[in-house]
């Protein structure tokens, strides 16, 4: 061959045998070149879609709730009253405190419930399961996560109710303690699931080093592995807490979706998100009641919005000072 | 103990014995990756291992630090003896594995502080007050040649450091161990030249105290420092002997003399 350096880069019967590279080719756009063009536009309009979306929804509600929020709404009494009394005909009042309370009871509980449950499944899966048992737990919790809210409310209802008024001798068994116990163990295998990723993701050299200098299996996990996975462990965990502010259907049917604010975990309450789903329904477009949903569910979005914000930045590793 | 530092006061004969491994085979799943090695290693000796890609290096450290353990696929047959003792019969492997320091090719900065990093082993041990962990600490990473490059900041993350002082962090954090053994896999791959040869000095003065095992891929680095050197060959220990004897062409096998002459591998 007279090329020596085509010669010795690819071997005979190689890309070479097709000639030698023209200088014309430089400008002419084959169809790879198409190709490519054309999924980096697909996959942008799908990556812009996302952004699109969030704000279309964000503006919808906006609107929504706008007549309201600059019309009628005492910010004071909006925040702070506990009487959520729209349909009242002669002084109808906007106060939400008592389903925040409700909802952040209920959360707080079942976040009590399922951070030692998750964290303690997610480090006994990544850590001291092995082999098959290891994949059967994996492929149960996904499974377990993957259960409709509805089931969950249902159990709540007919399961749960029953049991906690024979147990601890309560006229009613639609609770901050049943809700709290449904949510904790619907948001357990979510929060298992990422917690587990996060494990997992801590390279196993880490845990050979650490072995190799004599430390215990839980002496690496504790002192090595869990530091290194501690953004997304955090990050499980607030992902859990925005499950329970925005769960609905099984809070709508644990509670016992009454207006009060909680003073044990034998009280009934409502949730934010319940208000909404159980009373919009009702309500004429456009009605103050109406608008009023409206705020709340800025509120919640709001909210979710800054959970989900910090939980992101835990998770890319937003660290202290 | 003997003071020297020549070459030959270490590991001498009449040195008591460290390690004794009889028939040693090593396999993964069946296949075989070391075959029925048989040697000895002297307290106070660098000992050498030499070979190409392969040969079985890596998984022959592996097995005398029970890190076999690590993985259900890797076979250990033989036995190895650590001051005597059989490793396979020990009730708390832990202990074993906190007497010997591994270093391994690539190097493994954990996730914590520089400072933690070194004295995790110490804290691991039961130290626990500051000042001694600080000394411990300062020492080490002296010994490992990287004190002037971290003492700012030993409180950033050793996983951030570059790879050649994460490297120098891992010879640190081995030493902090304060072991009776070190084993040294490849040490300087990710090390430039000149701290290699000031790693290379710190274990000539080490040998005073403590038995390595140093396996590279660099034969000269062997000449340089090991007392005695194993050359290893596709799951075979060729050859064991004094390390300058081999370098001079009084070798058994002919394949040693190839492999030292850089005519292979």
Redesign the interface.
């Known amino acids: 061959m007279a090329n020596d350096i085509a010669e010795g880069a690819s071997p005979a019967g190689g890309p070479a045998q097709r000639g030698r590279i023209q200088a014309t080719d430089f400008d002419r756009r084959d169809a790879d070149w198409y190709i490519d063009q054309g999924i980096q536009l697909l996959v942008f309009i799908g990556g812009i879609s996302a952004i699109v979306f969030i704000i279309g929804i964000f503006v919808f509600i906006t609107k929504e709730g706008f007549g309201f929020i600059f019309g009628e709404m005492d910010f004071g009494q909006f925040f702070t009253s506990p009487r959520w009394r729209p349909t009242s005909e002669y002084n109808p009042t906007y106060g939400i405190l008592a389903l925040v309370a409700g909802t952040a009871s209920v959360t707080g509980l079942a976040m009590l419930i399922a951070i030692p449950f998750s964290l303690g499944a997610a480090i006994y899966i990544a850590e001291f399961a092995?082999?098959k048992t290891r994949e059967y737990l994996k492929i149960l919790v996904e499974l377990l996560a993957a259960i409709p809210s509805i089931v969950w409310g249902f159990i709540g209802l007919t399961i749960m109710n029953p049991l906690i008024i024979k147990i601890f001798d309560v006229p009613i068994g639609l609770t901050v303690l049943n809700a709290g116990v449904i949510l904790g163990l619907m948001a357990a295998p979510i929060m298992t699931s990422i917690a587990e990723d996060a494990l997992k993701a801590?390279p196993d050299?880490?845990?050979?080093?650490?072995?190799?200098?004599?430390?215990?299996h839980w002496?690496v996990t504790i002192?090595?592995v869990l530091?290194?996975a501690r953004n997304g462990l955090l990050g499980a965990v607030l992902l859990g807490v925005g499950r329970g502010f925005g769960e609905t259907m099984a809070v709508l049917m644990a509670t016992g979706h009454a207006i009060n604010l909680p003073s044990s975990i034998f009280d009934s309450v409502r949730a934010l998100t319940a208000t909404i789903a159980a009373e919009l329904g009702e309500t004429a477009v456009g009605s103050n009641h109406y608008m009023a949903l409206f705020t709340i569910g800025i509120f919640l979005f709001v909210v979710t919005f800054v959970i989900n914000l910090t939980a992101d930045l835990v998770v890319r590793g937003v660290r202290k000072g | 103990m003997v003071a020297g530092s020549i070459a030959s006061a270490h590991g001498r004969e009449d040195s008591p014995v460290k390690l004794e491994i009889d028939d040693l085979s090593i396999g993964y799943g069946g296949q075989t990756i070391l075959d029925n090695v048989n040697l000895s290693i002297r307290e106070h000796e660098i000992f050498g291992i030499i070979g190409p890609a392969n040969a079985g290096k890596t998984s022959f450290l592996k097995a005398l630090n029970r890190m076999d353990m690590f993985n259900s696929s890797m076979q250990v047959d033989g036995t190895i003896r650590f001051n005597g003792r059989d490793i396979k019969a020990l009730r708390n492997v832990y202990a074993l594995r906190s007497r010997i320091g591994v270093v391994f090719p690539l190097p493994v900065g954990l996730p914590l502080t520089v400072y933690d990093n070194v004295a995790m082993a110490p804290r691991l041990a039961g130290t626990t007050k500051k000042a001694e962990l600080d000394v411990i600490v300062e020492r080490c990473l002296t010994r490992a040649a990287l004190w002037d490059e971290v003492k700012d900041r030993l409180k950033s993350l050793g996983s951030l450091l570059s790879g050649g002082q994460q490297q120098r962090l891992t010879i640190a954090r081995a030493l902090s161990q304060n072991p009776e053994l070190l084993m040294l896999d490849e040490f300087s791959i990710a090390v430039d030249p000149v701290t290699t040869m000031r790693i290379e000095d710190v274990l000539k003065e080490l040998r005073n105290e403590i038995t390595i095992i140093l396996v590279t891929n660099l034969v000269q680095q062997a000449r340089r420092l090991a007392d005695r050197t194993a050359f290893f060959l596709g799951g075979e220990c060729v050859e064991v002997g004094p390390t300058e004897q081999l370098f001079q062409g009084d070798v058994k096998d002919q394949r040693t003399r190839d492999y030292i002459a850089g005519r292979f591998g």
């Open positions: 092995t082999g801590v050299r880490y845990r050979e080093a650490a072995e190799a200098m004599g430390a215990t002496q002192k090595v530091p290194a």
